[in-house]
């Protein structure tokens, strides 16, 4: 399976929202698509498994949805500490990622 | 609170091999011996890739095609760590070595449910 993410970058400002894709090469069952945040310099975070629920602690600003080929990452008012990488993972492939920075 | 702490990594010539080792840190021993554990890698100013899988029992274990052959993972239930024995390196093995605990427990694991934790990584750079 290969994943496709679009945006590859973007430029925003806090508070606005912004929604992130990824689209698998064939349809996948929803239960291992994962999403990352990585600020540079840190680790990755897992955001989202199973396409929709939400990591422990994860604020509720950041939401998953999709099926089959087409998933997407919402975070509806960007933070400071948003900005960064985002990455889906599909079980063993990540995509290439999209970078959200800070207009 | 359970961390992962990855150690081993450094500079190394090419075709040589390096051990790296994921432990546990805090919390208890039970939230790491029971996941699959992965290693993922990112090579400088590149994304993210998968490496290496081995479920809980290390009845599963799986590779990317860049390393099969040429990394070993392990796992030890006396130190409850991981192993990562990466022979054969190449100058396209650079990157920084993260493991991560997967969200899969258990004997019937055989892919990843998603990683939901993650050591601060370690630096693995191959010399020509």
């Known amino acids: 399976v290969v994943l496709t993410q679009s945006p590859r970058s973007l430029s925003m400002s806090p508070g606005q929202g912004v929604t992130l894709s990824c689209t698998t090469s064939?349809?996948?069952?929803?239960?291992?698509l994962a999403w990352y945040q990585q600020i540079p310099g840190q680790a990755p975070r897992l955001l989202i498994s199973?396409?929709?629920t939400r990591a422990n602690g994860l604020s509720d600003r950041f939401s998953g949805s999709g099926s089959g080929t087409d998933f997407t990452l919402t975070i509806s008012r960007l933070e400071p500490e948003d900005f960064g990488v985002y990455y889906c993972?599909?079980?063993?492939?990540f995509g290439p990622g999209t970078t959200v920075d800070r207009k | 609170e359970v961390r992962l702490v990855e150690s081993g990594g450094g500079l190394i010539q090419a075709g040589g091999s390096l051990r790296l080792s994921c432990a546990a840190s805090?919390?208890?021993?039970?939230?790491?011996?029971?996941?699959?554990i992965n290693w993922v890698r990112q090579a400088p100013g590149k994304g993210l890739e998968w490496v290496c899988y081995?479920?809980?029992?290390?009845?599963?274990?799986f590779y990317s095609d860049s390393v099969r052959g040429r990394f070993t993972i392990s796992r030890s239930t006396a130190t409850n760590a991981v192993y990562l024995h990466m022979r054969s390196l190449r100058v396209d093995d650079t990157a920084i070595y993260y493991c991560?605990?997967?969200?899969?427990?258990?004997?019937?694991?055989?892919?990843?449910?998603?990683?939901?934790?993650w050591g601060q990584g370690t630096a693995v750079t191959v010399a020509s």
């Open positions: 993972q599909y079980t063993i492939t």
């Open positions: 991560a605990r997967d969200l899969c427990t258990g004997g019937a694991c055989f892919t990843s449910l998603g990683l939901d934790l």
């Open positions: 199973g396409a929709s």
């Open positions: 805090g919390g208890s021993g039970y939230a790491f011996s029971v996941h699959s």
């Open positions: 064939e349809s996948v069952n929803s239960r291992y």
């Open positions: 081995i479920s809980s029992s290390a009845r599963n274990i």
